[in-house]
């Protein structure tokens, strides 16, 4: 009896802490953290939260690994900073409960190259506030170099809502009533760390190199981000007749490069032996946007091939057709590459909002004919003409003793 009362007591035990556990924010690939689609910042329009490797290799976190990049101005609020969704809940939920001593205090190791405050907030996932601690003076204390921040947790006020918790959000230099900031504030972050009570798992992040073709956005698609470029997948916001979908792709093009665009790297190498069209539904603030598509081969960027054209409606859905009939057949290409309005600059507003979807690569039915040389233009050839250039053949309109052809090509 005494042995099966202490069985249960263990199991009881084990059960009833079975969910408290660290939660560690390390932002490394396939995980919800490392998913720059997941972050956002804000507000007044700062640019994208990136993912990038660690710059700096020495100190408190010095390994090599994937942290967060924020970068802030004077034009940003006082309180500006970077979260995920609440609604989303794409770190799962959790719950403090503050009679456990080690859900007090949460750790974050930055990197900054000024001095200032850092603040957090977590949210339920209702859009409620859990605490938010902004008045700790919490900072870095030295630039341009790792430091572990640690913020205290016991003075939060227990009657908020600890429950339901599924948003964490930095603000990144709190400069209420002080001097605004330089512009360029730039601000790493890595391994958030905080232990609380696990409610629900965070739904599985998507593993880059696992996409394949045709791509329809119904599930999770890891793209990276790059120069102000950033694609998220969300619920089709403009659900009609000409496209039923439920899940779209969003590309925002922020301020950053005049080329930042996004990227995807694909499970296999796409089969242009066979298949020599793109065909992509973008969805447009304005006509006349230009669309690129480029695929390049993962290892080698120098291989590549690209294709721009122009939309030709504005707030509306349409197909785009990407003609690669003059594509290599011979080189491997497993990354698709999207900008739009390369060479313009981006500033993050609905101007530079777009939603794509159903992106498939298929045959045009075209068979280009097979020549040999030397070519005498004495019958028609086909040329893929680009960038405005145009060959035909025509009757040699100066026959003469140096060229008495009858047929020669005009370029």
């Known amino acids: 009896m005494k042995k099966t009362t202490l069985l249960l007591a263990l199991l009881m035990t084990s059960i009833g802490f079975s969910q408290q ?12 953290s490392g998913l720059a689609s997941n972050w956002y910042t804000f507000d007044n329009e700062p640019p994208p939260a990136e993912i990038v490797d660690n710059p700096d290799l020495d100190g408190v976190n010095a390994t090599a690994s994937k942290v967060m990049k924020v970068v802030m101005g004077p034009g940003n609020a006082f309180y500006a900073g970077v979260n995920n969704k609440w609604e989303d809940s794409k770190f799962g939920t959790w719950k403090i409960d503050m009679s456990v001593a ?6 974050m190791d930055v990197h900054k190259n000024y001095v200032g405050t850092v603040g957090i907030k977590m949210g ?8 938010q601690i902004t008045d700790q003076n919490v900072g870095n204390t030295v630039v341009n170099e790792w430091q572990t921040l640690t913020f205290d947790l016991s003075g939060i006020n227990p009657n908020g809502d600890l ?5 964490m959000v930095i603000f990144v230099d709190w400069t209420q009533d002080m001097a605004d900031r330089a512009e360029g504030n730039t601000m790493y972050i890595d391994n958030i760390k905080f232990n ?12 880059a190199g696992t996409a394949s073709l045709p791509l329809d956005f119904e599930s999770e698609i890891t793209w990276s981000d790059f120069d102000g470029g950033v694609v998220s997948t969300e619920t089709n916001p403009y659900n009609n007749a000409d496209n039923t979908s439920t899940k779209v792709g969003k590309m925002v093009k922020f301020e950053g490069k005049t080329w930042g665009g996004s990227a995807l790297t694909l499970s296999s190498a796409m089969d242009f032996a066979n298949n020599d069209t793109f065909t992509m539904k973008v969805y447009s603030p304005r006509a006349g946007a230009k669309v690129l598509l480029k695929v390049e081969n993962s290892g080698d960027a120098g291989i590549n091939f690209s294709k721009e054209v122009l939309t030709t409606i504005a707030n509306g859905w ?8 003059a594509i290599s057949k011979t080189a491997s290409y497993d990354k698709l590459v999207i900008i739009f309005d390369n060479d313009i600059m981006g500033d993050g507003s609905a101007n530079f909002t777009f939603y794509i979807d159903d992106i498939a690569l298929s045959s045009s039915g075209i068979v280009l004919p097979t020549v040999a040389l030397p070519l005498d233009f004495e019958s028609a050839t086909t040329w893929t003409n680009f960038d405005g250039g145009v060959v035909t053949t ?8 140096d060229n008495s052809s009858e047929f020669a090509t005009k370029l």
């Open 102 to 107: 080690s859900n007090l205090t949460l750790t």
């Open 318 to 325: 349409e197909t785009l057709t990407f003609d690669y009939i």
């Open 124 to 131: 339920t996932n209702s859009a409620g506030t859990s605490f």
């Open 196 to 207: 609380a009570e696990k409610l629900t798992d965070a739904p599985e992040a998507p593993v």
């Open 21 to 32: 556990q660290e939660y560690h924010l390390d932002f490394e690939e396939g995980t919800p």
């Open 163 to 167: 429950s339901n918790i599924s948003q």
């Open 394 to 401: 025509e009757t040699n309109p100066y026959n003469n003793s």
